[in-house]
């Protein structure tokens, strides 16, 4: 093989199956020194294996992988790390109960046993160094336990960057980051190219493709459908090239409005883990979506609403009756459903099938004369997968063999089987692709329109404003303004939110 000047890392004719799945087809891939390369494609399209082929977690079946022209194999993540490629995956890796500097060293100390006393200063002072270096205001000794979710992004790529790797594969890394934080890495990712750190980067926001990216390849299905330069491609090549289709409209008509009914109402109400009261009301029919930054509190609030964190203050009434919400369960009997926005911790049992845990919050749906009726669960699994598209289409696949956008679509089935009306999606489409994302608002609308009331907490404020009758929105646990109507506009909530 001749050396093509500039190409860092070829692969050639990849394969790789999972038992009758062929998630990867015969895929070419080039990366030029200094680049960094978008890897985009449907929930499912093979992304992740792609990258866990790169880092070793997984062995292709046939095909070739050159780093500088030269034939290679990677035997596991060890070895990946030894020739310099480094990630940071979808799902994040790093230990609890460990501190910052810890999992930034975990596997790779720099020198000795830093995990004796002695030595433990100094990989805090290395730790230090590395977060100065990019600019990061988290201390080493923090455990990981007490970060939120877009700090432990930030520390997993410190950690990737430790290894001093001139690949860097991102898995979505902007999962759960605040725009603060999303603005961190992408000046770590400006630094790291002017020191000729060659990265792909895995989004399913194609702004962020946009901002960073330098050219793109496109997966579909598991083959190649197109390498794109951006600067010379628009945003509908992209999508077609990506779904084989164009994009109708992202934000589907509804056919009903707004009733008058109030479903669900909040008077002052504060759970434990809540920074204000908050006052709300949700109508029958009505998309309410509740907005704000990271750290605004609206994750906090869904937790309290649906009894996850015990109330401290105020009232809640369900279809105008005052109600105690001491639990879960409780809410769940009160005709209230939530997908939680940590899906992996709260939402999903991996190991077991995906009709198990879409029919598991609504058992009594599969039921017939007292007893479980498998063919009835199997029909309505099959159903609620059919309509949000989950791929493969298979619901006896244990849960942890789908993609991590597939993973999500199972989490929002299992919520939008049951039978109630009231209806609490922390973030429902993060992680799921555009052609999906439009599947999922055409079924929010559909509930709306048969008369359930839907609260919508998310931090995209494009989703908000295309998807909502009417968004709240919170600062620092407060809710300080409604958008309705004309009003209610990405731009208008962006100026809100931020504080203007
Ligand atoms: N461990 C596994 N066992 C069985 N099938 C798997 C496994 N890992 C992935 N697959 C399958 O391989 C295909 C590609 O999955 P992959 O995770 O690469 O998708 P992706 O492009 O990263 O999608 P997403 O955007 O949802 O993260 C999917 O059909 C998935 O179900
Ligand atoms: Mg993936």
New binding site residues.
């Given amino acids: 093989m001749i050396r093509v000047a500039g190409t860092v890392l070829k692969l050639e004719e990849i394969n790789k199956s999972?038992?009758g799945?062929h998630?990867l087809k015969n895929v070419q891939f080039e990366l030029f020194e200094g680049e960094v390369h978008a890897l985009l494609?449907?929930?499912?399209?093979?992304?992740?294996?792609?990258?866990?082929i790169l880092t070793g977690v997984?062995r292709m079946d046939s095909g070739k992988i050159l780093i500088h022209g030269k034939n290679i194999v990677i035997e596991d993540p060890v070895d990946a790390r030894q020739k310099g490629i480094g990630a940071i995956y979808?799902e994040l890796s790093l230990i609890d109960s460990l501190t910052v500097a810890e999992n930034i060293f975990l596997g790779h100390e720099p020198v000795g046993n830093f995990f004796g006393n002695l030595k433990k200063k100094e990989l805090t002072r290395r730790a230090l160094e590395y977060l100065n270096t990019f600019g990061i205001e988290i201390a080493p000794e923090t455990p990981v336990s007490d970060l939120g979710l877009g700090q432990k992004r930030i520390v997993e790529i410190v950690k990737a960057l430790s290894i001093n790797a001139n690949i860097l594969l991102l898995?979505?890394p902007t999962t759960g980051m605040s725009k603060a934080e999303i603005d961190t890495l992408f000046s770590i990712m400006d630094d790291l190219k002017r020191k000729k750190v060659t990265m792909i980067y895995?989004s399913?926001y194609l702004d962020e493709v946009f901002r960073v990216c330098d050219r793109a390849t496109v997966?579909r299905d598991?083959e190649n459908a197109g390498v794109f330069k951006i600067g010379e491609v628009d945003l509908k090549t992209l999508i077609r090239a990506m779904l084989g289709r164009t994009l109708k409209e992202e934000f589907p008509r509804r056919n009903g409005f707004p009733g008058r009914e109030t479903v669900l109402e909040a008077s002052e109400f504060q759970s434990e883990g809540m920074a204000a009261p908050v006052s709300f009301k949700l109508h029958r029919g009505e998309i309410l979506g509740i907005t704000g930054i990271i750290g605004s509190g609206k994750s906090e609030l869904a937790l309290g609403l649906f009894g996850v964190d015990r109330k401290v203050a105020g009232e809640i009434k369900v279809k105008e009756e005052k109600t105690a919400i001491a639990s879960p369960s409780d809410a769940k009997k009160r005709g209230i459903s939530f997908v939680p926005e940590d899906r992996k911790v709260q939402g999903l049992f991996l190991r077991l099938p995906v009709e198990h845990n879409i029919t598991i919050a609504n058992l009594a749906l599969s039921m017939k004369r007292g007893v479980i009726s498998y063919k009835r669960r199997y029909e309505i699994a099959r159903e609620t997968a059919e309509k949000l598209k989950v791929?493969?289409l298979d619901v006896k696949?244990p849960v942890?063999?789908?993609?991590?956008?597939?993973?999500?679509k199972v989490v929002i089935g299992k919520w939008l089987c049951g039978a109630t009306d009231i209806f609490i999606l922390d973030e429902p489409t993060r992680?799921?692709?555009i052609g999906a994302k439009t599947e999922i608002y055409s079924l929010i609308n559909s509930l709306a329109d048969n008369g359930a009331g839907i609260l919508i907490m998310s931090s995209e404020f494009r989703e908000m404003s295309g998807v909502c009758d009417r968004v709240l929105i919170m600062r620092k646990g407060s809710v300080v303004s409604e958008l309705a109507g004309e009003e209610l506009t990405t731009e208008k909530i962006l100026t809100v939110a931020l504080g203007g």
Avoid: R, V, W, Y
Avoid at 41 to 52: D, M, R, V
């Fill in positions: 999972f038992g799945i998630a494609g449907e929930n499912g399209a093979g992304k992740s294996t792609l990258i866990k997984h979808q898995d979505e895995i399913h997966l598991g791929t493969p696949m942890q063999n789908l993609s991590g956008g597939n993973q999500q992680g799921i692709d």
